[in-house]
């Protein structure tokens, strides 16, 4: 194994529950490499977990241990998990829809339900709510430090029933492409969308061209305008609109030097829409 290991969660850095997984995990090997993906998820937010994951998750090495924790069910009969994505990452996560950007964009070989039996944290059997600590660190470091395999983490289950996320496709018909504002890039407030750069590039679209941008709150249009299509910020002046192929190779809309999510109260996921259609 690589000795990495990963740890998201919704914890925040203002108590002990992250340095209490550090703890842990170094209590299992102290030469495993730890990192941070992000403890600032919103509480409870599955999907934020999810779309930081694949943000994340395949640029690093095979052998690779992601410590996912957002889990607002923990406890109940929801399932503890590890994935082998097909890169050969690992993800060690609740099974509550956390793995759905993973499994749909670079795939998951196979998935194995955590038998807690073997993979929880010696005398924390009467400890129900901080699996986090208890149950997903421990295997993680385990799996990281090599004294666990894969195969030995519990059971298979089948890739196909993990637990997802409604899947809403961008689409487009009569030169307008509709989809959704999946997630904010939360320091600057650009909105990223589901639509990706090749479906944009149907519309025959030009650097500096000008497309016609629509958004939706449910039935209720929140913004439209003529906006630039740009390769950098840089192509529009500061404070002006520029639509952008962002780093998901989706497109995403900004404000130069400002947030267009704060201008605009524009929130995420449903009921929020974006269109996007040449301009004539």
């Not at 990452?89 to 499994?103: A, M």
């Not at 990706?196 to 913004?223: A, C, K």
Request: charged share 20%; glycine share 8%; hydrophobic share 40%.
């Amino acid at each position: 194994m690589t000795k990495l290991l990963v740890f998201q969660s919704d914890f925040g850095l203002v108590d002990g529950a992250v340095a209490a997984m550090y703890g842990v995990a170094l209590g299992v090997d102290t030469d495993i490499k730890v990192y941070d993906l992000t403890h600032n998820i919103p509480p409870f937010n599955i999907w934020e977990a999810s779309y930081r994951l694949i943000q994340t998750v395949p640029y690093w090495p095979e052998g690779s241990v992601f410590v996912s924790v957002v889990d607002p069910g923990v406890g109940s009969s929801r399932k503890s998990v590890v994935a082998k994505t097909k890169q050969g990452q690992y993800i060690v996560s609740p099974d509550n829809g956390t793995l759905t950007h993973i499994k749909r964009l670079i795939g998951i070989e196979e998935v194995r339900e955590i038998d807690e039996a073997k993979c929880r944290r010696e005398n924390s059997e009467n400890s129900y709510t901080f699996h986090g600590r208890d149950v997903y660190a421990y295997t993680g470091a385990q799996l990281a430090s090599g004294k666990l395999s894969f195969e030995d983490v519990g059971n298979l289950l089948s890739v196909e029933r993990i637990v997802e996320f409604d899947d809403i496709p961008a689409t487009l018909e009569d030169g307008v492409i509709k989809g959704s504002i999946d997630i904010l890039d939360v320091r600057f407030g650009s909105l990223w969308t589901n639509i990706s750069r090749t479906m944009f590039e149907e519309l025959h679209i030009q650097p500096r061209d000008l497309v016609e941008l629509s958004i939706y709150n449910g039935s209720i249009r929140i913004y439209q305008n003529r906006v630039t299509y740009g390769n950098t910020f840089a192509d529009v002046n500061v404070g002006e609109i520029i639509c952008y192929v962002n780093s998901m190779d989706h497109m995403a809309i900004a404000i130069n030097q400002g947030n267009f999510a704060k201008a605009y109260n524009v929130g995420t996921q449903q009921p929020w829409r974006i269109e996007f259609r040449k301009v004539q």
